[in-house]
């Protein structure tokens, strides 16, 4: 990641083009002279990847069909259903609704960083233990949502449950409207808080 | 989605002066309402600037005792706020009630109070719809109108501003503050902000064309219960039915409402009324409704909503 060549973006309000022709390029004004391809540079789950990427091409696709990193899912494309959870900065976000190119020089985490076969994140072993999910599909982005939704208890985020908002305390009923972004079409939903409430009581 | 040309902006005054050259500009904040449209190409921009690292994220007090809230602040980030929780707290609760926290991480101050409707039929592209295509017809007028609006409709468009946040900040009197192309800035308040849909439901705010929020102001703070309370169709991730954000103490009341109009709907004149009751009130902040059969529970809904929060602030 160099943050000299973003600051160098910035700066000079470089511009990419999805598609554009040579002639076209040449045509458009100096200041936004767009280059076919985006060029994006994302640390993702640690690493550094670099990519060229048509801009119209989301966060979630640069992820699954770039980086070939197919944990996390595409349920609506849409804002709608969790099951693109990633987190950027620490933070989780749809990354449906999101395009890679906005995230030049952002760290991403996604599942696979998170654990793997072998040394599970306890996030992922409650649900196992719990039997947190059905068909599975949901599951990358409940797991995802679910480490990063502890962070924001930890860090006094209050949430619409929250009785007083200068109080924020865990409990089943914050897990319930805080995961509410994640649709689990299984309904696999007790066995899923279940399974957080393991790993906030330090059991998992 | 349609191809497009994308830029960071570095300041301000050159993302909107960017906007207002670039034919077919959007600006592009948290993405979560424009990249929705493009998907389904509802919105087609042919440039977006990004104007999130323009150095409006940050949270700061005013000379008057109030707040400044920068256009980028994250709904999250909004709600959180120390300040705001304790001196307007009406906008924590509003802010927590929309969407989901993933979308909230993203979601931004100037984003939200510019989010598009959700008239299924400005979703729907084979059918007519004068927001969508100035001209075409209106599909929600005979059509499947159960959320929409009943108060300062036109015969053009009877569609909903969906923001809970707005609602908010028409209660605490807050003013938007811009850029425009030309580099001056000005403040528009949050009454005058929202259009109601008249004959050109396509224009829904008085920013001008690569006018650029810069941010959100907030007057001193004045006290009384904050209350937001939101009537929706499940508990958690849906549009409001019909809200209300409410700031009420004993003997007096602010009180505007969410999934009436085309934008927060408050009659200050109606606020006056609070010691006759809720009845009262309504009479006063709803006349010359417009309802339909579908849609008219919404009234007697918003005035159990008022008596509640009365009830709440011992007016
Ligand atoms: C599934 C789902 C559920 C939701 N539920 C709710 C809900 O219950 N309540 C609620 O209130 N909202 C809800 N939302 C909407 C959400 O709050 C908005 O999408 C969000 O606030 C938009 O902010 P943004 O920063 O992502 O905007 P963007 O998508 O980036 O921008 C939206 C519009 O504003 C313009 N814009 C952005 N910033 C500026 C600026 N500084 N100056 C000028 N123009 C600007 C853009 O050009 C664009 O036209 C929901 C959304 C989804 C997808
Ligand atoms: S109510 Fe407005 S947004 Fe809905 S179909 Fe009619 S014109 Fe379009
Ligand atoms: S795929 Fe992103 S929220 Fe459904
Ligand atoms: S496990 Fe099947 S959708 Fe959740």
Sequence with gaps: MSLTRRDAMIMSGVAVAAGATGTEAESAPASTRPPPQADIRLTVNGQARRLQLDSRVSLLDALREHLHLTGSKKGCDHGQCGACTVTVNGRRINSCLSLAVMHDGDEIGTIEGLGRPGRLHPMQAAFIAHDGFQCGYCTPGQICSAVAMLEEIKDGIPSHVTEDLNDVRYSADEVRERMSGNICRCAAYPNIVAAIDDVHGGRA | ?315
Excluded at chain 2, 19 to 44: C, V, W, Y
Excluded at chain 2, 82 to 103: E, I, N, T, W
Excluded at chain 2, 173 to 198: K, N, Q, W, Y
Excluded at chain 2, 204 to 209: A, H, P, Y
């Design chain 2, 1 to 315: 989605m349609k191809p497009f040309t994308y830029q960071r902006a570095a300041t301000p005054a050159e993302a909107a002066r960017v906007a207002a050259e670039m034919p077919g500009s959007r600006f592009i904040a948290g993405g979560t309402n424009l990249l929705d449209l493009m998907k389904l190409q509802i919105e087609t921009p042919g440039h977006l600037v990004d104007v999130n690292h323009l150095g409006l994220d940050r949270i700061e007090p005013t000379a008057e005792g109030g707040l400044r809230i920068g256009a980028m602040v994250r709904n999250t980030d909004l709600a959180a706020d120390k300040r705001v929780r304790r001196d307007y707290a009406v906008l924590s609760r509003a802010l927590l009630s929309g969407a989901s926290a993933q979308l909230r991480n993203k979601a931004t101050t100037g984003g939200n109070l510019l989010q598009r409707t959700r008239c299924p039929y400005f979703y729907e592209p084979s059918k007519p719809c004068n927001k969508r295509v100035p001209g075409s017809g209106c599909a929600a007028l005979g059509g499947f109108n159960r959320n929409l609006a009943v108060l300062g409709t036109s015969d053009k468009c009877i569609a909903t501003h969906p923001s809970d946040m707005a609602v908010a900040m028409r209660v605490l009197d807050a003013t938007v503050e811009t850029v425009s192309p030309d580099g001056t800035t000005r403040s528009i308040p949050i009454a005058d902000f929202h259009r109601l849909p008249g004959d050109t439901p396509h224009i829904e705010t008085q920013l001008g064309r690569g006018e650029l929020i810069t941010g959100v102001m907030l007057p001193a703070p004045i006290g009384g219960l904050h209350v937001y309370r939101k009537v929706r169709d499940r508990a958690s991730y849906a549009f409001a039915v019909v809200s209300i954000a409410a700031v009420v103490a004993p003997g007096r009341a602010r009180l505007a409402y969410g999934g009436l109009a085309h934008k927060p709907w408050r009659v200050e004149a109606a606020e006056a009324l609070v010691a006759d009751g809720a009845a009262a009130v309504a009479k006063t902040a709803f006349a010359g409704a417009r309802t339909t059969p579908e849609n008219a529970f919404k009234l007697p809904l918003a005035q159990r909503l008022t008596a509640s929060v009365l009830a709440d602030g011992k007016v």
